[in-house]
């Protein structure tokens, strides 16, 4: 079968036949020349088996035998085509001409289409002595027109094992072949097929030593996979192993290794391998999953795979176009999945096209379902440890939190200020609201928080405190929120911060009106939207706390001052509680003092059984500017001083700084009722007219009739 090839812009050969390979004319021979011809046909024919023994290449085979046939037969060209069974195709593998012509090899048919498939599928040879007549298969036979074949035969090539194909010998001449030339290229062709079978069996012996060396290698590959997985829970270093061992397996030049968040549907990279980066992407960079083949990966469940540069540029996405710009042809993403979940993908390119067969795409999922057995492994250890971590420091917070020692575990006293906050308390303790607790400093801001605490649904998480004012303003926001290893000079560890402390849980963050107005703007996105980043750090991370906050400071004109955010305060003053000072519950003082006698002498083992009634009523009367933690001070100092049975309170000490008393200031009832008679006495009591009581205090006559009798004021008898 001879065809053109198709980039051709030659003419057709016409004629161009070269010296000596035209037939012979037909001249009478005697029979000692007959029998000289018939010997050089068999020593032609023994040189064509040699020559078909020493080659083990179907190019060079060909080539011979286009260089040796015309001694023995007429030919001009000499084709080789071969059934694909899985195909079902007649390729043309090999065609040489002895004459100057632009014709190839390569094509392929259907066995139907073709001469060499009616040979394939009959068995039997086929002699056309004048194409020009021949109105069968006329695609190809057109092709061998223009070439000016005029004559040709084709005969099987079969081992005996199996059917291969078909030989082909032809001609510019007509008539060019007889019987006798039949019979021998039959001999040729059974000795063409039995070379053919033997380089189609050393071309199979040889890709089936390349699969087992490609599939050795990849079975170590997975081997070292599975044992670095084993060994180590570092996804970088099983990422490298991977990528350095896949360049020798597979055409790659960029690989990398993402892992998807469900909840945001975002990627974020964890590792890259990227030569030719020169910065321009990073570890760690967060992108969302639109158009991209990532995201089609992830989204299928199952590979995804273009080859073609014409393919890549179709997507989108910064990173594929990136590539693009690089001069990359070919991508695959290949999800890393466990339980049917996405993990992440493992993406790699080329700057070749077609580099992912499918072949190489099966053998990519199993490496990928290693990479997710890895990847799952190392997220679970990563939970873990830091759960242990978070558990580990809110041990230490509440160890250190059992040391300080609060003095007392509860709220102490019954008056009826105290009542009316702890009914607020039980108010809004079952809620999720944030409150502001306001009050002086020692009236026991703290303890209302923890109660808010003990009686909500957070109860059993834990309740993490902060003293904002006692905090340097360069680490308060690492107090806050924690810090990343090298975030800043002296961070040499990884911090959790209290918010991620108090994660399911309450925070108390005590003195909030020190919180400078850098800081503000972070805690009301935690406010609102419940997530915060860590110094150093580009990953959000999501908490869910309940804030209670505390000041003794009026934030209301810290806000007017511009020294606190207007939206902050609105946000922290959903439900305010403000504490009473101890002076406005003093009937709660005996018993504030009887309990800390009781907890100071049991803890300096001593035996207190009285306070003496002065000193109770000493203590009732001091107006203490420090309230409730003044108090305890006082009687602690007062537990360390005393001596015998008999509380002993230092009460010098207390009138030294007790202020004056000052007057008692009139209600505005008194002073209404006071004004009223002074004038009523000033007009003897004349309510009506110009000169009346009404007039001069500017009220109607009936209006000051219905005070009189409000304000219980009757006229003295004379």
Not at 232 to 253: I, M, N
Not at 531 to 553: C, H, Q
């Amino acid at each position: 079968m001879v065809v053109r090839s198709a980039n051709s812009s030659s003419p057709p050969l016409r004629g161009r036949v070269a010296a000596g390979h035209t037939k012979p004319r037909m001249i009478q021979s005697s029979p000692a020349q007959t029998d000289q011809q018939s010997l050089e046909r068999y020593l032609a024919l023994l040189r064509v088996a040699e020559a078909i023994a020493s080659h083990s290449d179907l190019a060079a085979f060909a080539e011979d035998l286009a260089r040796l046939l015309p001694s023995v037969v007429p030919v001009n060209f000499v084709g080789l085509s071969l059934y694909d069974p899985q195909r079902h195709v007649m390729r043309l593998h090999v065609l040489q001409a002895n004459v100057p012509t632009d014709i190839v090899g390569g094509h392929e048919n259907p066995p139907a289409d073709t001469p060499s498939g009616f040979v394939w599928d009959g068995q039997q040879p086929l002699l056309l002595n004048d194409l020009e007549r021949e109105p069968r298969w006329p695609k190809v036979v057109g092709l061998m027109r223009e070439d000016d074949i005029q004559s040709c035969c084709f005969v099987p090539l079969t081992s005996a094992t199996r059917r291969l194909g078909a030989l082909s010998f032809s001609s510019q001449e007509k008539d060019a072949y007889g019987p006798a030339d039949v019979e021998l290229m039959l001999q040729v062709g059974r000795q063409v097929a039995v070379a053919v079978e033997n380089v189609l069996n050393r071309e199979a012996a040889e890709a089936s030593r390349r699969d087992v060396e490609r599939q050795r290698d990849r079975f170590g590959l997975l081997l070292r996979m599975t044992n670095t997985i084993a060994a180590t829970l570092d996804l970088h270093e099983v990422f490298t192993a991977v990528s350095l061992c896949l360049r020798e397996l597979v055409p790659q030049e960029y690989a990398s290794l993402i892992l998807y968040d469900e909840k945001t549907d975002s990627v974020r990279r964890y590792a890259l391998d990227f030569p030719d980066n020169h910065g321009e992407l990073t570890e760690d960079a967060v992108s969302n999953v639109a158009d991209s083949l990532a995201g089609l990966a992830l989204k299928r469940k199952r590979p995804a795979v273009v080859n073609t540069r014409q393919d890549l540029m179709a997507f989108s996405h910064t990173v594929l176009q990136f590539l693009v710009t690089k001069g990359f042809c070919s991508m695959c993403s290949l999800p890393l999945l466990s339980h049917d979940r996405a993990l992440g993908c493992l993406n790699l390119a080329s700057r070749q096209e077609q580099a992912f067969v499918e072949q190489d795409v099966e053998f990519l999922s199993q490496v990928a379902g290693q990479i997710a057995l890895a990847v799952e492994n190392a997220l679970a250890y990563q939970e873990i440890t830091e759960l242990k971590d978070r558990l580990a420091e809110e041990k230490q917070y509440l160890e250190e939190e059992i040391r300080l020692e609060h003095g007392f575990a509860d709220i102490i006293g019954d008056s009826r200020a105290l009542k009316q906050i702890l009914a607020q308390v039980k108010i809004v303790a079952p809620t999720q609201a944030t409150v502001l607790i306001q009050g002086e400093t020692g009236t026991g801001k703290e303890l209302i928080a923890r109660a808010i605490h003990r009686l909500s649904d957070r109860s059993e998480r834990t309740f993490v405190k902060l003293n904002c004012a006692a905090i340097p303003t360069g680490l308060l926001e690492s107090e806050l929120f924690g810090h990343e290893r090298g975030a800043f000079t002296g961070a040499i560890a990884q911090k959790v911060g209290r918010f991620e402390l108090a994660h399911g849980g309450t925070i108390f963050l005590d003195e909030v009106g020190e919180i400078p107005l850098e800081l503000q703007s972070k805690l009301l996105r935690v406010l609102q939207e419940q997530e915060f980043e860590r110094l150093g750090s580009t990953r959000t991370t999501r908490v869910d706390i309940r804030l209670i906050a505390a000041t003794n400071r009026d934030l209301a004109q810290l806000v007017e001052d511009h020294e606190f955010r207007s939206d902050l305060y609105y946000r922290l003053n959903v439900f305010p509680v403000t504490l009473p000072p101890l002076r406005e519950r003093r009937e709660d003082i005996p018993v504030l003092v009887r309990y800390f006698v009781q907890h100071y002498a049991a803890r300096m083992k001593k035996r207190i059984e009285s306070i003496p009634k002065p000193t109770l009523e000493a203590l009732s009367r001091y107006h203490w500017p420090g309230n409730i933690r003044e108090l305890e001070n006082i009687v602690e100092r007062a537990v360390i001083l005393t001596q015998g049975k008999h509380l002993q309170v230092p009460i010098q000490e207390l009138k030294a700084v007790e202020p004056p008393v000052q007057p008692p200031t009139a209600t505005l009832h008194d002073a209404e009722r006071t004004q009223i008679l002074a004038v009523l006495r000033e007009t003897k009591w004349v309510i009506g007219g110009p000169q009346g009581a009404a007039a001069k205090l500017g009220l109607k006559r009936t209006t000051l009739t219905s005070k009189i009798k409000k304000l219980g004021i009757s006229r003295p008898r004379e």
